[in-house]
């Protein structure tokens, strides 16, 4: 079974300039999130999806971040304009199907994207 | 609001060592619990879960984590600790009405041969 995609792995940037990530979460896989990740700090859920539909996002910063799933499969993460404060990796999650209670039914990570705001 | 406690933010130990890392969550109701490991330069790996049924579980790598539904908490355990187990380990809690998985800040454990 492919992983969760992610790319581009390294991405360097100026403040106030824009940035996108993409992910393809594993095929068959429902449900997509989008963490962030500081530097010593735990992920930080951003966006969570449920096929093409949003089912949280109280933690995205929405003057600047925005996240898309037009067709229930990929999805981007776009950040404009970026603040110093957003260098972090940004990971992409996916599950099988949201609110499944089964030992089967985890998270699986992407390796990330590092993003550095100069 | 749901949050999950790590205690310790940096453990070494030397090889052999016992491994015990703290986690406690809090939230009332019926939880999911999760360890994740992040090896250095590879992405999150689920290192063991808890759903129901017997609280004491065992992950790959020798990895085991007891649930004490009235401490709040799940610590991670390992007997005997190898190099190899150096990385990061996060804990996540989910509450079982398909809320989100939240995570704690992270222990950074590094492993002396």
């Known amino acids: 079974e492919a992983g969760v995609a992610q790319s581009p792995r390294y991405k360097i940037i100026e403040k106030r300039q824009s940035v996108a990530f993409w992910c393809n979460p594993i095929?068959?896989?429902?449900?997509l999130y989008w963490y962030q990740q500081i530097l010593g700090q735990g992920p930080k859920l951003l966006i969570q999806?449920?096929?093409?539909?949003?089912?949280?996002d109280s933690q995205l910063p929405k003057d600047r971040f925005s996240a898309e799933r037009l067709k229930g499969v990929d999805s981007t993460l776009k950040i404009q304009p970026a603040k110093l404060e957003d260098s972090a990796v940004y990971l992409c999650?996916?599950?099988?199907?949201?609110?499944?209670?089964?030992?089967?039914?985890?998270?699986?990570f992407g390796a990330g994207s590092r993003l550095t705001v100069l | 609001a749901q949050s999950v406690s790590q205690h310790n933010h940096h453990v070494i130990l030397s090889e052999a060592a016992s491994l015990e890392l703290g986690c406690n969550y809090s939230?009332?109701?019926?939880?999911?619990l999760f360890w994740y490991v992040q090896y250095p330069g590879q992405h999150l790996q689920l290192l063991l879960k808890?759903?129901?049924?017997?609280?004491l579980v065992k992950g790959i790598k020798g990895f085991e984590a007891e649930f004490i539904k009235s401490k709040f908490s799940f610590n991670l355990r390992k007997p005997s600790v190898q190099w190899s187990d150096t990385a990061e380990y996060f804990c996540?809690?989910?509450?079982?009405?398909?809320?989100?998985?939240?995570f704690g800040q992270g222990t950074e454990l590094s492993v002396k041969p």
């Open positions: 999650a996916s599950r099988y199907k949201r609110g499944l209670v089964s030992g089967a039914n985890v998270l699986t």
């Open positions: 095929s068959g896989h429902a449900t």
């Open positions: 999806f449920q096929n093409n539909g949003v089912v949280d």
């Open positions: 939230y009332g109701g019926t939880v999911n």
């Open positions: 808890y759903f129901s049924g017997d609280p």
């Open positions: 996540a809690v989910k509450n079982n009405q398909g809320g989100k998985l939240i």
